[in-house]
Each structure stands twice: as C-alpha cells, then as structure tokens.
C-alpha cells in the first residue's frame, strides 16, 4: 500500500514557475514508476509525463515538453514536477500516481493516486 500526497500548487501568472511535490509512504517508493496527470475541469484525465524506477526513462506529453521537468528523490520517497514557463492552459488539478506493474501514459495502469493539488495561471 502507498499513500500519496502532493503539494506545491497554487495561483501563479503565465509565464511563472510552480514546483510540485508528491511524498509517498511506505518503503517501497523505488519499486514504482511515478507519473503525473491533470484534469481540468469537464475533461479527462491527461497524461502529463512519467519516470521510470530508478529515473532511466522519463516520457512527457508533447504539450509540456521543454516546459516541465520530472524528477524523483528515491531517499526521500519524493517525485517532483517542475514547472515553467505556465499556461492558461495548464489550469488543472495536478495529480501524482504510482504504478509497480508497468510505465505507462494511461492513468488505469496506475494503482494509487494522491488527492490532487490546485494550479491555476491566470493571463
């Protein structure tokens, strides 16, 4: 069993920079892949982008690429999301997921989720 929770979102102007964290429980946080998705609001859950175990593959959707980063403290059961360069069109609830059976872009692959946390960019 893993519990998540994020932190870090909030209200920041396009053009600004918001760093997401997700904190895992439990000892097993280096055994699963960690991604995070969004969901704005009356549409699906988008796949934002995902790393792999020990952080050897990291796979970003088109929309974010050069613009946000994933990284992942395996000590610290910590996956982070780095973000700039923000968008209206990044306003969503952010979400971090964990998954042991495989890296994947769909969110059903993925066995436990946080609780979300706010981004909203005004213009």
């Known amino acids: 069993q893993v519990q998540l929770v994020e932190s870090g979102g909030g209200l920041v102007q396009a053009g600004g920079s918001l760093r997401l964290s997700c904190a895992a429980s439990g000892r097993t946080f280096s055994s699963y892949t960690m991604g995070w998705f969004r969901q704005a609001p009356g549409k699906e859950r988008q796949f934002i982008t995902y790393i792999t175990r020990s952080g050897g593959m990291i796979v970003y959707v088109d929309s974010v690429k050069g613009r946000f980063t994933i990284s992942r403290d395996n000590a610290k059961n910590t996956v982070y999301l780095q973000m700039n360069s923000l968008k209206p069109e990044d306003t969503a609830v952010y979400y971090c997921?964990?998954?042991?059976?495989?890296?994947?872009?769909?969110?059903?692959?993925?066995?436990?989720w946080g609780q979300g946390t706010q981004v909203t960019v005004s213009s």
């Open positions: 997921a964990a998954s042991k059976i495989t890296y994947s872009k769909d969110p059903r692959s993925y066995e436990y």
